[in-house]
T-cell receptor, first 117, second 114 residues
Framework: AQKITQTQPGMFVQEKEAVTLDCTYD???????LFWYKQPSSGEMIFLIY??????QNATEGRYSLNFQKARKSANLVISASQLGDSAMYFC??????????????FGTGTRLKVLA | DTEVTQTPKHLVMGMTNKKSLKCEQH?????MYWYKQKAKKPPELMFV???????INESVPSRFSPECPNSSLLNLHLHALQPEDSALYLC?????????????FGQGTRLTVV
């Protein structure tokens, strides 16, 4: 069963505008972490922002903010004042405990964002 | 220093070759990961090492052999690969404890099997 769902395969946004990338998740653990990564065409996965399940406030990191709605199990990424360099693939991920006692990260299918000049 | 270094960045190998991918981190992380990513797909977990011991093997074919010589290094040994193994291979590291720890990724190795 898909545990991280990103329903937007592709998004366009005008430069300097804000954009929201959607992410919903499914877990029965009370303690979990949600993460967003940016992957430019070069391939590297760049960590952007994270939200802990017990965090009372939405996470913010510069132009990135996370709209966390726990009851709806959603963790949408908001990018404000988009820049051309924001054009990339964006992945939502969750850190999940395993039966071996460690953790693994599972990823959604990603959203490709294109910023238009 | 939040850097994970992977070498080489690009690798072309024949189906009869033996090669190794290397990954290094100096953040004191005790969990290290190998992911495989095909074009336009999300990363898929291959292996997890925790405190230098193999913790997870996601049913990866034996032609891929991981190794963790010490807490800073992670290798992936490749032997008798198939063309369908061509992909971006990503290494990552994180703290091992707690649900909130972020993973830091290397730049990846783009592997082409010919």
């Amino acid at each position: 069963a898909q545990k991280i769902t990103q329903t937007q395969p592709g998004m366009f946004v005008q430069e300097k505008e804000a954009v929201t990338l959607d992410c919903t998740y499914d877990t029965s653990d009370p303690s979990y972490g949600l993460f967003w990564y940016k992957q430019p065409s070069s391939g590297e996965m760049i960590f952007l922002i994270y939200q802990g399940s017990y965090d009372q406030q939405n996470a913010t990191e510069g132009r990135y903010s996370l709209n966390f709605q726990k009851a709806r199990k959603s963790a949408n990424l908001v990018i404000s004042a988009s820049q051309l360099g924001d054009s990339a693939m964006y992945f939502c991920a969750m850190r999940e405990p395993t039966t071996s006692g460690t953790y693994k990260y599972i990823f959604g299918t990603g959203t490709r964002l294109k910023v238009l000049a | 220093d939040t850097e994970v270094t992977q070498t080489p960045k690009h690798l072309v190998m024949g189906m009869t070759n033996k090669k190794s991918l290397k990954c290094e981190q100096h953040m004191g992380h005790r969990a290290m990961y190998w992911y495989k990513q095909k074009a336009k797909k999300p990363p898929e977990l291959m292996f997890v090492y925790s405190y230098e011991k193999l913790s997870i093997n996601e049913s990866v074919p034996s032609r891929f052999s991981p190794e963790c010589p010490n807490s800073s290094l992670l290798n992936l040994h490749l032997h008798a690969l198939q063309p369908e193994d061509s992909a971006l291979y990503l290494c990552a590291s994180s703290q091992d404890e707690g649900a909130y720890a972020e993973a830091f990724f290397g730049q990846g190795t783009r592997l082409t099997v010919v």
